[in-house]
């Protein structure tokens, strides 16, 4: 009878796929967390679109009135 350790260990090679996918997950969660934005970050962002949103609103109502107020002079 032939000892145990001469056969070929279908769980070592297991064992090593399993290590080879663990440093592939480890690869793709280091790329995710390097591309993850924060709630701050979020709320930054936001809060600018938010102003920006605001600013040309009123200079569009600014310009509309004005050209209200020009053309409600000429036709007088």
Known sequence: MEPLRKKACPVGS?????EHNVS??????????SNYT???DLHHEISKLTWKIIAW???ICTLLTSAVYVI???QM
């Open 14 to 18: 297991r064992v090593e796929i399993l």
């Open 24 to 33: 592939l997950i480890r690869q793709d969660l280091a790329v995710v967390l």
């Open 38 to 40: 924060t709630k701050a």
């Open 57 to 59: 609103t009123t200079g």
């Open 72 to 74: 409600t002079r000429i």
